[in-house]
């Protein structure tokens, strides 16, 4: 029998509402500190300012008589540079929801996160269009999203992670999404569709950014944790390994296990945009019964 999903079973217009009043209300307790946080951080900013100045001078003084080695920055936390986003990057410019969450998707390769480490075998994640929520949503599409993964091997134990999605400009960046848990879903745009497109196209490399408008086939889908701001390997990703909200890069499929060439192929192609491609590791589908699936949800090919 599949597990149920953490939040089955609770009023999600409940739900819903109480999401949006909790933002307004952090919305309005921002706003009325507003004032006292920029004099601190103005403040801190000077004194930071006078501090590096005079570090500076102890440093030109001591610099021709010291050599030592500095961590470089962003070996831990992830850099950045005038490189990221690659010149011209942005997300898939049309997008239609209805077909992109029509079934479910398999993912191939992930980059590491710490909130899914070792969850790297048959990996499932399933979108629902949420209706329930209008008014007090502001008429913005919401999704349910729902990832399975098993730790450790194909027999491993069962990740199930329910969240909500939402489109904040659906007629402008479709592609641009906002993830999480319903309290922490209003922050920014963590999950951008990159591009997507059919197998045939991206094998025959005759695959043109944007695909073929809002009616195309989605096969695949390249998925970034927002923008890709910070330098990996030469190339750009979304945010560090400690960061939760924005980091990610992800390629998916509607199969378990592609037509041979498909996954290489993607990957090529994301490479081609700027991404670090490197980050990533293989999702394992090969073996995997998909047990915790519906029935009639299961692939036929596993």
Same mark, same amino acid.
């Given at each position: 029998?599949?597990?149920?999903?953490?939040?089955?079973?609770?009023?999600?217009?409940?739900? +819903?509402?109480?999401?949006?009043?909790?933002?307004?209300?952090?919305?309005?307790?921002?706003?009325?500190?507003?004032?006292?946080?920029?004099?601190?951080?103005?403040?801190?900013?000077?004194?930071?300012?006078?501090?590096?100045?005079?570090?500076?001078?102890?440093?030109?003084?001591?610099?021709?008589?010291?050599?030592?080695?500095?961590? =470089?920055?962003?070996?831990?936390?992830?850099?950045?540079?005038?490189?990221?986003?690659?010149?011209?990057?942005?997300?898939?410019?049309?997008?239609?929801?209805?077909?992109?969450?029509?079934?479910?998707?398999?993912?191939?390769?992930?980059?590491?996160?710490?909130?899914?480490?070792?969850?790297?075998?048959?990996?499932?994640?399933?979108?629902?269009?949420?209706?329930?929520?209008?008014?007090?949503?502001? +008429?913005?599409?919401?999704?349910?999203?729902?990832?399975?993964?098993? $730790?450790?091997?194909?027999?491993?134990?069962?990740?199930? =992670?329910?969240?909500?999605?939402?489109?904040?400009?659906?007629?402008?960046?479709? =592609?641009?999404?906002?993830?999480?848990?319903?309290?922490?879903?209003?922050?920014?745009?963590?999950?951008?569709?990159?591009?997507?497109?059919?197998?045939?196209?991206?094998? $025959?490399? +005759?695959?043109?950014?944007?695909?073929?408008?809002?009616?195309?086939?989605?096969?695949?889908?390249?998925?970034?944790?927002?923008?890709?701001?910070?330098?990996? +390997?030469? $190339?750009?990703?979304?945010?560090?390994?400690?960061?939760?909200?924005?980091?990610?890069?992800?390629?998916? $499929?509607?199969?378990?296990?592609?037509?041979?060439?498909?996954?290489? =192929?993607?990957?090529?192609?994301?490479?081609?945009?700027?991404?670090?491609?490197?980050?990533?590791?293989?999702?394992?589908?090969?073996?995997?019964?998909?047990?915790?699936?519906?029935?009639?949800?299961?692939?036929?090919?596993?």
């Amino acid at each position: 029998m599949p597990s149920l999903c953490p939040l089955e079973g609770v009023n999600s217009y409940v739900q +819903n509402s109480l999401s949006m009043f909790l933002l307004r209300k952090s919305s309005q307790s921002q706003r009325r500190q507003f004032p006292l946080l920029l004099f601190i951080g103005l403040t801190l900013f000077l004194l930071l300012l006078v501090g590096a100045e005079a570090n500076q001078e102890q440093d030109d003084a001591t610099s021709t008589n010291s050599t030592y080695l500095r961590p =470089a920055r962003g070996l831990l936390f992830g850099g950045s540079n005038g490189n990221c986003p690659p010149a011209g990057f942005r997300s898939r410019p049309t997008l239609s929801l209805d077909t992109y969450i029509s079934a479910l998707w398999y993912p191939q390769k992930a980059a590491p996160v710490l909130y899914a480490m070792g969850q790297s075998f048959c990996s499932v994640v399933k979108y629902t269009l949420d209706t329930s929520c209008t008014f007090l949503c502001d +008429n913005l599409p919401r999704i349910d999203v729902r990832n399975r993964a098993l $730790a450790g091997s194909i027999t491993g134990s069962l990740n199930d =992670a329910c969240l909500k999605a939402m489109i904040p400009n659906a007629k402008g960046k479709p =592609a641009e999404i906002r993830v999480g848990p319903p309290q922490r879903l209003y922050t920014k745009a963590n999950y951008w569709v990159v591009d997507a497109g059919r197998y045939r196209n991206i094998v $025959a490399g +005759n695959h043109t950014f944007g695909g073929f408008g809002n009616n195309d086939v989605y096969d695949w889908a390249i998925i970034s944790g927002g923008a890709p701001t910070r330098e990996s +390997n030469g $190339a750009c990703i979304a945010g560090t390994l400690r960061q939760f909200d924005t980091r990610g890069l992800w390629i998916f $499929a509607r199969d378990p296990i592609p037509p041979v060439g498909v996954v290489q =192929a993607i990957d090529d192609y994301a490479a081609s945009l700027g991404l670090d491609t490197s980050a990533m590791i293989d999702v394992v589908h090969e073996g995997c019964t998909y047990d915790f699936l519906d029935p009639d949800e299961r692939p036929t090919s596993s």
